[in-house]
């Protein structure tokens, strides 16, 4: 498919996109404990950023939604921005001193060296030119920005052994414009210029939607343990094969580094 395709596809499923009917009759209770946990990973992530640069940073949100993230973070930095392309996440625009949410794409991105750090979770696989976003979030970076990128897994080790029925689910979920695997987003970054730091491989604990559901009903510190636990066990024998992965790429050389 060329990209006036994958244009018409996103124009399709993004600008009117709404996460309430997914999450109320899709998603069981495991996949909302599971993006629990990755907002606690990422919010780490962030926090490290802060401590490496000795201050507080200025954070670009791309696919915000409805800038929800911002409560996880909120205490690290010094200014946030969110952009999101659905009317329907985001139903009107908030500008303040220090925080807006704003309607938008990446594709359009046209900023340069303002942000400290990028984030992109669970979006690149949704935009209609991933390549060109990459270029745009560089650009909007200062040197030394980090950039954190959170994808589903097309090769996880559960998609390899099922592979008829991953196939039947990248053609229904039609949201979902593009499948990588690290490698894939990997190349992406360092074509646009990015030095890849860091891949972590995270969810490896997968077992049929009921059984999940009833394990994901159990408290949260519980859950995050067996998930924690599971990673560490798999991670180390099927390395790179996790249901998700998250990157970190940085432009250019880390603050205090010298060139």
């Known amino acids: 498919m060329d990209n006036s395709g994958k244009y018409e596809q996103w ?72 952009i999101e392309p659905s009317m329907e996440m985001l139903k009107d625009e908030l500008s303040e001193e220090d925080f807006e949410l704003k309607h938008g794409t990446g594709e359009d991105l046209n900023m340069e060296n303002i942000y400290d750090v990028c984030l992109l979770k669970e979006v690149l696989d949704h935009t209609y030119e991933p390549g060109r976003v990459l270029q745009n979030i560089y650009k909007a970076l200062k040197d030394g920005g980090l950039a954190i990128i959170t994808l589903t897994n097309r090769d996880s080790y559960y998609k390899l052994i099922f592979k008829k029925k991953a196939k039947q689910l990248e053609e ?29 491989s995270i969810n490896y604990l997968k077992l049929p939607w009921v059984i999940e559901d009833i394990i994901g009903r159990l408290g949260e510190k519980a859950v995050f343990f067996m998930l924690d636990t599971f990673d560490k066990i798999m991670g180390p024998m099927l390395s790179g094969k996790g249901g998700s992965f998250i990157i970190t790429a940085r432009k250019g050389n880390k603050p205090g580094e010298n060139a």
């Open 11 to 82: 124009k399709d499923t993004q600008l009117k996109w709404d996460d309430r009917e997914f999450l109320a009759k899709k998603a069981n209770a495991l996949m909302k404990k599971r993006w629990a946990r990755l907002n606690k990973i990422v919010s780490k992530i962030v926090a490290d950023e802060v401590v490496l640069r000795n201050e507080y940073v200025s954070f670009l949100d791309l696919g915000a939604g409805r800038g929800d993230f911002y409560k996880t973070i909120k205490d690290m930095v010094k200014k946030y921005t969110g």
């Open 172 to 200: 229904m979920h039609r949201d979902h414009l593009h499948n990588f695997n690290p490698g894939d987003a990997q190349a992406l970054l360092r074509e646009a210029g990015f030095t890849v730091e860091k891949n972590l």
